[in-house]
């Protein structure tokens, strides 16, 4: 599973109701492998509602005071990807008590602490709470920076997102474009390969702050096209972002 629309209905129907069944026989292991493998399917058909459902049943049979549970393989994985629903869902009723009991547990230093800096950058930035978010972001850039961490978790993307929201636009930018220029961005395929939809969505968002619309526009044309072959957790919002954004670009052209 996790290849989102790829999944069949009926596949899906079965892995969630298998996810329900580990929950009632309190096999954690299999119930976060499971529910983790299916929650970018459920989420990119628009049905993140049922991952925080699931995954609240889950969290209640969990034993939060006993910290070798953050050894269960994709448990740091579950747990972000919950809460990240969560929250798009308007649900930080449920991120919350997550939020605090896994951040009690989750040891500095490692590559789980660079990933939940990236959540937590990333949550706070959904709620626009952007002094907190750059300060999650710029901890997991710093942490992951200092080490010899293996790891592919990443803060920078989120960090990007909270400075821009926080209206520094132009250190966003810079670090959307990860060495390379605008030119190189506009020059680039939709499908080159090494330009994921949300990069050239949100640099495009940035130029369009600085008035810069054709360019912009160009470059969610090209996010909207990868969109519409993606199936992560946060597809479906990022399909209605370019959505919007290419619409406020017609509507100030008149």
Same mark, same amino acid.
Request: with cysteine; hydrophobic share 40%.
């Given at each position: 599973?996790?290849?989102g629309l790829? /999944?069949?209905v009926? !596949?899906?129907?079965?892995?969630?109701?298998?996810?329900?069944?580990l @929950?009632?026989?309190?096999? @954690?292991?299999?119930? +976060?492998?499971?529910?983790?493998? /299916?929650s970018?399917?459920?989420?990119?058909?628009?049905?993140? #509602?049922?991952?925080?459902?699931?995954?609240?049943?889950?969290?209640?049979?969990?034993?939060?005071? %006993?910290?070798?549970?953050?050894?269960?393989? %994709?448990?740091?994985?579950?747990?972000?990807?919950?809460?990240? @629903?969560?929250?798009?869902?308007?649900?930080?009723?449920?991120?919350?008590?997550?939020? %605090?009991?896994?951040?009690?547990?989750?040891?500095?230093?490692?590559?789980?602490?660079v990933?939940?800096?990236?959540?937590?950058?990333?949550?706070?930035w959904?709620l626009?709470?952007?002094?907190?978010?750059?300060?999650?972001?710029?901890?997991?850039?710093?942490?992951?920076?200092?080490?010899?961490? !293996?790891?592919?978790?990443?803060?920078?993307?989120?960090?990007?997102?909270?400075?821009?929201?926080?209206?520094?636009?132009?250190?966003?930018?810079?670090?959307?474009?990860?060495? #390379?220029?605008?030119?190189?961005?506009?020059?680039?395929?939709?499908?080159?390969g090494?330009?994921?939809?949300?990069?050239?969505?949100?640099?495009?968002?940035?130029?369009?702050?600085e008035?810069? @619309?054709?360019?912009?526009?160009?470059?969610?044309?090209?996010?909207?096209?990868?969109?519409?072959?993606?199936?992560?957790?946060?597809?479906? +919002?990022?399909?209605?972002?370019?959505?919007?954004?290419?619409?406020?670009?017609?509507?100030?052209?008149?």
């Open positions: 599973y996790g290849k790829a /999944i069949t009926e !596949d899906l129907q079965d892995a969630t109701f298998r996810a329900e069944l @929950v009632e026989c309190r096999d @954690v292991e299999l119930a +976060v492998k499971t529910l983790g493998d /299916i970018d399917a459920l989420a990119s058909r628009g049905l993140g #509602r049922e991952v925080v459902r699931i995954g609240s049943d889950l969290l209640a049979i969990l034993d939060w005071s %006993d910290k070798k549970i953050t050894d269960l393989p %994709d448990f740091g994985k579950f747990i972000g990807t919950l809460v990240k @629903v969560a929250i798009a869902y308007q649900r930080e009723d449920v991120a919350r008590p997550v939020i %605090d009991k896994y951040s009690k547990l989750v040891a500095k230093g490692t590559a789980a602490y990933a939940w800096c990236a959540i937590m950058c990333y949550v706070e959904s626009r709470k952007y002094e907190d978010a750059i300060r999650w972001g710029r901890e997991g850039v710093r942490v992951k920076g200092e080490s010899d961490l !293996d790891t592919q978790s990443d803060a920078a993307h989120s960090l990007a997102l909270a400075l821009r929201g926080s209206g520094n636009v132009t250190d966003a930018l810079t670090v959307f474009l990860r060495g #390379r220029t605008v030119d190189d961005i506009l020059r680039a395929e939709h499908n080159d090494q330009t994921p939809a949300a990069t050239f969505g949100n640099i495009g968002r940035c130029l369009h702050k008035g810069r @619309v054709d360019a912009a526009l160009r470059c969610y044309a090209k996010s909207a096209l990868l969109l519409e072959e993606a199936s992560d957790v946060t597809s479906i +919002v990022n399909r209605g972002w370019a959505a919007l954004w290419i619409g406020e670009v017609f509507l100030e052209k008149g």
